[in-house]
């Protein structure tokens, strides 16, 4: 069964840096992997898709990265800002269902 | 930018009682599913449903739930007999024939007193 871990758990940042989020899964037979941002008690909102065949997608101030055949992810988060204070969560698609990992929360500190 | 809809945003409903969670999908989409996250815990797969049938279940979806899609429009998820452990945030996602990513809905909350 597929297992996805993201580190660190929890990251706290003083507004404008750069930083990185981590993720790994077990099985490298995936299809694609998505990053999703969640706000407190809200939905998810993707924010990068990832195929397996490609290896970095990037949107504004976000760059993920895949390593399939290592078995992780990263987001890269540039300059970051208050308003990127959420949690953030990878999933990767084996096929029919995406597995998630239990996010990142991060705080971006004015 | 097309939406996945969600109805109720909360529902609050005693135990034992039935449930049914709406999701309005994306108008041309065809790939739907049903995911869930107890508070504090990772987002799990239920169900997913292609060409009026359920394609892939989880074990969490047992006969306690079903799927439907009633019309052109909505894709429902029942509970029968709600349970305290049911309490969690529901998600309703769609993805278009040839397309990759999955575009989730705000989701429902759904608290079993």
């Known amino acids: 069964k597929q297992e996805v871990t993201q580190i660190p758990a929890a990251l ?5 840096e750069n930083l990185v989020l981590n993720c790994s ?18 939905g998810l909102t993707s924010l990068l898709l990832i195929q397996s065949s490609q290896r970095e997608q990037t949107s504004g101030r976000l760059n993920a990265s895949l390593d399939k055949s290592s078995g992780r992810s990263t987001l890269y988060i540039a300059a970051s800002q208050p ?28 | 930018e097309p939406e996945v809809t969600q109805t109720p945003s909360h529902q609050v409903t005693q135990m034992g009682q039935e449930v ?18 107890i508070l504090g815990q990772k987002v799990e797969f239920l169900v997913s449903f292609y060409n009026n049938e359920i394609s892939e279940k989880s074990e969490i ?17 029942k509970i029968r007999s709600t349970k305290l452990e ?18 989730f809905g705000s989701g429902t909350r759904l608290t079993v007193v």
């Open chain 1, 12 to 16: 706290s940042v003083p507004e404008g």
């Open chain 2, 20 to 37: 049914i969670l709406r999701c309005v999908p994306i108008s041309n989409h065809l790939y739907f599913y049903w995911y869930r996250q």
């Open chain 2, 61 to 77: 979806f047992d006969d306690q739930f079903s799927v439907e899609r009633p019309d052109g429009s909505n894709f429902t998820l």
């Open chain 2, 86 to 103: 049911d309490s969690a945030m529901y998600f309703c996602a769609s993805r278009g024939v040839g397309t990759y990513g999955y575009t």
């Open chain 1, 83 to 110: 308003g990127d204070s959420a949690t953030y969560l990878c999933a990767v698609n084996t096929g029919n269902q995406f597995y998630f990992g239990t996010g990142t929360s991060l705080t971006v500190i004015p």
């Open chain 1, 25 to 42: 899964f077990t099985d490298s037979a995936i299809y694609n992997l998505q990053w999703f941002r969640q706000d407190p008690g809200k």
